[in-house]
């Protein structure tokens, strides 16, 4: 009886041996500090003689992993496949977004790189009708009748010829110095020269003497071909439109762009002699980018002339476009170093260039 009992006894013990082996190890197997190890709030490290038991325990069931199991083990992992873009719908995401999110401002438009672009007046909008300097002397000698019929009758004899060259050497000074010299000032220097003091000179007569000498020129100017339709089209796109142009009489300038028709179209209207400063220096476009809050390099300068206009675009910043309707002889002498980022031989053709650059 003794026998059997001891028997029964030990085969429990075997049975547990075995299960040992292979790592098969029942919660009946563990005492209560174990299992207040295990489901406690807080798992504690493993002693070293605890890290050797589980070792022997992992190293025993590993041998007992049937053949094919273990080849399984031995292969190389899978490969992680890269992951694949999820496939978005912007118009839905942008109503998802303005469906759980209202509080999100709506999305800015994207803002091209073009904003503005500031064109020169003469031989770029405009044309003349007739030859400049007859349109000069034309004036000049109704300036001077005038100034005769107030009673100034002291002047010297074709005292015209001497207002068309005082006219031509103030633009030249001008442009040395980037200053523009008006024509008011102009006329009432050559009258001092002539002997008449300022305490002499009536400013009303002064003035309307400069309003004869520019009256032909004034009345001769005729919109370039093309010209009403491309601002129309560029102020309809949203392009903000400007004129800024060496002259040095700003009410003849201003008198001239509303008998050719520009001015709805424009923004900014602005002649060297309201602000006293020329093309190509920069100050003058300042004006137009501070009203129009842009950056230089997103504007065009449209303009004929290589000196002023294109040589103060690149200058600026600007992209440029050289008008060669009605090309201007003093621009061979600088057609190699200054260089425009487009040519146009018909005004028209400036929206390509504009659409492309946008």
Not at 87 to 113: C, G, I, K, S, Y
Not at 197 to 202: E, F, K, L, N, Y
Not at 336 to 351: N, Y
Request: proline share 8%; net charge negative.
């Amino acid at each position: 009886m003794n026998e059997e009992q001891e028997s029964r006894n030990e085969e429990p013990e075997a049975d547990q041996e075995v299960a040992a082996s292979r790592g098969e190890v029942g919660p009946q197997e563990m005492d209560d500090a174990d299992l207040d190890r295990l489901h406690g709030d807080r798992m504690e490290p493993l002693t070293l003689e605890e890290l050797d038991e589980f070792m022997r325990r992992a190293r025993a069931r590993a041998a007992n992993f049937r053949p094919e199991e273990q080849d399984a083990l031995r292969q190389n992992p899978p490969e992680e496949l890269a992951p694949l873009p999820a496939e978005v719908d912007p118009a839905r995401l942008e109503q998802l977004t303005q469906d759980f999110f209202p509080e999100l401002p709506a999305p800015m438009p994207r803002r091209r790189l073009v904003q503005g672009v500031i064109f020169d007046f003469d031989n770029t909008l405009a044309r003349l009708r007739r030859p400049l300097a007859a349109l000069m002397e034309e004036g000049a000698r109704q300036a001077e009748a005038y100034m005769r019929s107030t009673g100034m009758e002291d002047l010297p004899p074709d005292f015209w010829q001497s207002i068309v060259e005082a006219r031509l050497f103030a633009q030249t000074k001008s442009d040395d110095e980037q200053e523009e010299h008006t024509a008011d000032d102009t006329l009432s220097f050559l009258l001092q020269f002539f002997g008449y003091p300022a305490s002499r000179m009536d400013q009303d007569v002064l003035r309307r003497a400069v309003d004869f000498f520019y009256a032909p020129e004034m009345l001769a100017w005729e919109p370039m071909p093309g010209a009403h339709q491309v601002l129309a089209q560029l102020q309809e796109e949203g392009y903000r439109l400007a004129i800024i142009a060496n002259f040095p009489c700003d009410r003849v300038f201003q008198r001239m762009v509303d008998y050719t028709g520009l001015r709805p179209y424009l923004d900014i209207c602005l002649s060297s002699a309201a602000v006293e400063w020329r093309k190509p220096g920069r100050d003058i476009y300042e004006i137009a980018l501070k009203r129009w809050d842009a950056e230089p390099y997103e504007l065009v300068c449209v303009g004929d002339s290589l000196k002023h206009d294109i040589a103060g675009g690149l200058e600026l910043g600007a992209l440029t476009v050289h008008c060669r309707m009605i090309p201007l002889a003093e621009d061979q002498r600088i057609v190699e170093t200054v260089r425009p980022d487009a040519v146009i031989h018909h005004l028209p053709e400036l929206l390509e260039h504009i659409h492309a650059w946008s």
